[in-house]
């Protein structure tokens, strides 16, 4: 089994705000122990692909990020960087057909830089199981059995049987992230989270690209054929910023005949939030995650964590979430980080905290709820 790996390397993750910012994203922190997100995904993909370096799909401004952080594991990795961000459709497309371009019968995994795959060795023995399908023309996404009714991804409604030894199945409907009662009720009925992974074979791809987004596929081969080569770095054309920014979800997945579900039944999660790096972190005796230089005492099921410089004293706390870095604090319910999005936006408006006139202009029409003391 001979396979490619692309890993997609983009996104700010703005629910793990004040650690996650557009200059240190989400993939290169390291959220729960030991190495970042975008070092773990590596070396489990480097192990899937036999040790065949991956092809790393990110922005410009992060190439330095990315170089960085190979060469603290003792990795290599070949990098496409975008002039501009337009979304996993593009991004996935540009990889497999960069990827083509060198070895057209090749077979390809892409998955997120930033997902917590606890067990390696089960997320290899679904890339294996996948392949034949993969090969056949299939493209293929790694489906999870929900471990409880989740509002925060989406759901994959398995269809009927393409492989019995492998238990590939085909896609039967995507269902976008639902209510509560609507997760409880696609739980009971089976249905699959949606990972937003893919295994597929490049050039059937790309021929269902030309069916199904020819624009975009048209956009990305000019981007491709007009990249910069800068040894480790390929640089795609200013063609790519005319590719349409949409997912490869509802670029593909959701108009093309050959998707296909494996289902999944091993630890998994996007760690989109405080509450889910909290669930996967190791806790003390009452439950907390501590990193950083803190102080606990009464306190119970909290996330606490201080950033360089910063020392937090924490007493008689339960279930929430403290984390201190660059200046920024976030206090918040464990339940309620989620709605994180809004309180950020309302913080862009107060304008910088040493601007007085920002704060008079901010006074008169400042959302419930949201303020700044003046002194």
Not at 12 to 26: A, C, Q, Y
Not at 162 to 189: C, H, I, N, Y
Not at 298 to 306: H, I, K, M, P, S
Request: aromatic fraction near 6%; include cysteine.
């Amino acid at each position: 089994m001979s396979v490619y790996s692309i890993i997609l390397c983009g996104g700010v993750g703005s629910r793990l705000w004040p650690e996650s910012t557009i200059d240190n994203p989400k993939p290169f922190i390291d959220l729960i122990g030991d190495r970042s997100l975008f070092q773990r995904t590596v070396s489990r993909m480097t192990a899937v692909s036999a040790g065949r370096p991956p092809v790393i799909v990110t922005g410009l401004a992060y190439v330095h990020h990315v170089r960085r952080q190979l060469a603290a594991l003792g990795s290599d990795g070949f990098i496409i960087a975008e002039p501009e961000g337009r979304d996993s459709g593009p991004a996935l497309l540009a990889a497999a057909v960069w990827i083509a371009r060198k070895d057209p019968g090749a077979v390809a995994v892409a998955v997120a830089s930033d997902h917590h795959i606890p067990d390696a060795l089960a997320f290899a023995e679904a890339v294996r199981a996948a392949f034949d399908a993969a090969n056949d023309g299939e493209i293929v996404t790694f489906g999870v059995k929900p471990g409880f009714p989740s509002t925060s991804y989406g759901y994959i409604r398995p269809g009927a049987v393409l492989d019995d030894r492998s238990g590939v199945l085909r896609v039967g409907q995507f269902v976008e992230k639902p209510g509560q009662a609507r997760a409880e009720a696609l739980v009971t009925e089976g249905c699959l989270w949606n990972t937003g992974n893919f295994m597929f074979h490049a050039g059937s791809l790309i021929a269902q690209a030309a069916i199904h987004a020819p624009d975009m596929l048209e956009a990305v081969e000019a981007s491709v054929v007009l990249s910069i080569d800068n040894g480790d770095v390929c640089e795609l054309g200013a063609r790519f910023t005319e590719a349409p920014k949409v997912s490869f979800d509802i670029a593909i997945m959701e108009k093309t005949d050959h998707a296909a579900v494996i289902p999944i039944d091993y630890a998994w999660s996007d760690l989109g939030s405080w509450d889910s790096v909290w669930a996967f972190s190791q806790l003390d005796g009452s439950g907390n995650s501590i990193v950083g230089t803190a102080v606990l005492t009464d306190t119970e099921g909290c996330l606490v964590r201080a950033g360089p410089g910063v020392r937090i004293v924490a007493i008689g706390l339960r279930n929430l979430a403290v984390v201190v870095s660059g200046g920024n604090i976030l206090i918040s319910d464990l339940a309620r980080v989620s709605a994180l999005k809004p309180a950020l936006e309302a913080l862009e408006s107060l304008g910088d905290p040493t601007d007085d006139d920002a704060l008079a202009s901010f006074a008169d029409g400042a959302p419930s709820g949201f303020g700044r003391l003046k002194t």
